[in-house]
């Protein structure tokens, strides 16, 4: 069973693949973990996209 609801995006699983572990995760950071995202989603999450809220 999976806590994980929805479709997963390319992002989501390089997020995935990269950091199994939630102490990794933390341990890379937002400013890392946000490059990734941005980088796999070829930038359509990007850095600068609008608040969330």
């Known amino acids: 069973m999976t ?3 929805g479709d997963l995006g390319v992002a ?3 997020v995935l693949e990269r ?3 939630p102490n990794a ?3 890379a950071g937002v400013k890392r973990l946000t ?3 941005a ?3 070829h ?3 990007a850095r600068n996209g609008p ?3």
């Open 19 to 21: 950091w199994t572990d």
């Open 12 to 14: 989501d699983l390089a």
């Open 43 to 45: 930038n359509h999450q």
């Open 39 to 41: 980088k796999t989603s």
């Open 35 to 37: 490059a990734v995202i």
């Open 3 to 5: 806590p994980l609801t």
């Open 51 to 53: 608040p969330h809220g």
């Open 25 to 27: 995760l933390l341990k």
